[in-house]
């Protein structure tokens, strides 16, 4: 066995709805739907997203995050009433037991009757701070790597609160997701592993493609406008 199966806490949708204080809109709010989800090629049903130019797509169809997380966000943040149930973060799968070290990429799962592969981390941006109310809550789910994981879906199918994730095959045995984070997101890193990672090919496209410019121009992309709260 390569993971013990985990039992799905939630399973989330969103609008798109305003952000606090008029700065744009996100569905980013994300709250529990009972009864059975059709998962199909770009996500859930009833579930969006306001900027497709970041957020959305084959590769971003579908996010998971860790409820393990959310003692250490309530230490940060007590009285964000966002955190007393899943949803916080913008995930569509919420589950007790499953973090970004026991997480690899390109693991396929089996998530109710759908197969979904995962496919990269999350790069926190500055919604997060709109939808806390704190500045810096992006940067630090950054410099933590809880970030949380994206799946492309390999099978459609419908899952529901109660349904187990099975991963059924690890393509990738040496690339846990935290290696991958590391990668991204410690700017001590280096070069070894930026092009070690553009080698992955259950990685998504789009995160080699930033190994790969890494490795051209022999620096870190700026992340200032993606980590600030406008």
């Known amino acids: 066995m390569i993971a013990a199966p985990t039992r799905i806490?939630?399973?989330?949708?969103?609008?798109?709805a305003p952000?606090?204080?008029?700065?744009?809109?996100?569905?980013?709010?994300?709250?529990?739907?009972?009864?059975?989800?059709?998962?199909?090629?770009t996500g859930l049903t009833g579930d969006e997203q306001a900027d497709?130019?970041?957020?959305?797509?084959?590769?971003?169809?579908v996010h998971h995050y860790a409820r393990d997380h959310y003692p250490t966000?309530?230490?940060?943040?007590?009285?964000?009433?966002?955190?007393?149930?899943?949803?916080?973060?913008?995930?569509?799968?919420?589950?007790h037991g499953l973090t970004e070290h026991d997480v690899h990429v390109g693991d396929i799962v089996r998530v109710g009757t759908a197969v979904l592969q995962v496919s990269q981390g999350r790069q926190?941006?500055?919604?997060?701070d709109a939808r806390l109310d704190r500045r810096g809550t992006a940067r630090r789910m950054q410099e933590l790597r809880c970030t949380g994981w994206y799946y492309r879906v390999l099978e459609p199918g419908v899952v529901s609160a109660g349904d187990?994730?099975?991963?059924?095959?690890?393509?990738?045995p040496t690339w846990p997701l935290a290696r991958v984070l590391r990668a991204l997101f410690d700017r001590s890193a280096g070069a070894d592993e930026w092009e070690?990672?553009?080698a992955v090919p259950t990685l998504s496209e789009n995160w080699r493609t930033t190994f790969?410019?890494?490795?051209?121009?022999?620096?870190?992309?700026?992340?200032?406008?993606?980590?600030?709260?406008?």
């Open 164 to 172: 187990v994730l099975d991963v059924i095959e690890r393509p990738e």
């Open 196 to 198: 070690a990672a553009t």
């Open 212 to 230: 790969a410019k890494r490795l051209t121009h022999g620096r870190v992309e700026d992340w200032s406008s993606r980590l600030r709260d406008r």
């Open 19 to 41: 952000l606090p204080g008029g700065r744009g809109t996100s569905g980013i709010a994300k709250s529990p739907v009972s009864g059975p989800v059709r998962i199909g090629a």
């Open 73 to 95: 966000w309530r230490e940060w943040l007590p009285d964000a009433a966002a955190l007393q149930q899943p949803g916080a973060f913008g995930e569509n799968i919420s589950t």
């Open 9 to 16: 806490d939630a399973v989330l949708v969103g609008r798109v």
């Open 124 to 128: 926190p941006c500055w919604k997060l």
């Open 52 to 61: 497709l130019r970041h957020h959305g797509g084959p590769d971003k169809a």
